[in-house]
């Protein structure tokens, strides 16, 4: 079992920045891959970007690229998703979550923490 505590949302203005935290604690994550993925009102959920525990490779969405960054400290068992160059429409729950490969489901996600971007 893993659980996974997602913190660092907040309200910003466009063209602000959040760096969103997800700490991990249950079982070594050294075989699996952490998502970042948001979901807004009314909307479906949208992956945002994945890293694998291991090496490190990273993956993101088009919308993200160039703006978000995801990375991952294994001491603190923890992944951050660096946002910069916010937008309204970044404005969602954003979640964490483990997977065992890219485009995998979900094994294990977190509450989410909301994220608003006001113009």
């Known amino acids: 079992q893993v659980q996974l505590v997602e913190s660092g949302g907040g309200l910003v203005q466009a063209g602000g920045s959040l760096r969103l935290s997800c700490a991990a604690s249950?079982?070594?994550?050294?075989?699996?891959?952490m998502d970042w993925f948001r979901q807004a009102p009314g909307k479906d959920r949208e992956f945002v970007a994945a890293i694998r525990w291991t090496g490190g490779s990273t993956y993101y969405a088009d919308f993200g690229k160039g703006r978000f960054t995801i990375s991952r400290d294994n001491a603190k068992n923890t992944v951050y998703l660096q946002m910069n160059s916010l937008k309204p429409e970044d404005t969602a729950v954003y979640h964490c979550g483990v997977t065992t490969g890219w485009g995998k489901e979900y094994l294990y996600w977190g509450q989410g923490t909301q994220v608003t971007v006001s113009s």
């Open positions: 249950g079982r070594t994550l050294s075989s699996y891959t």
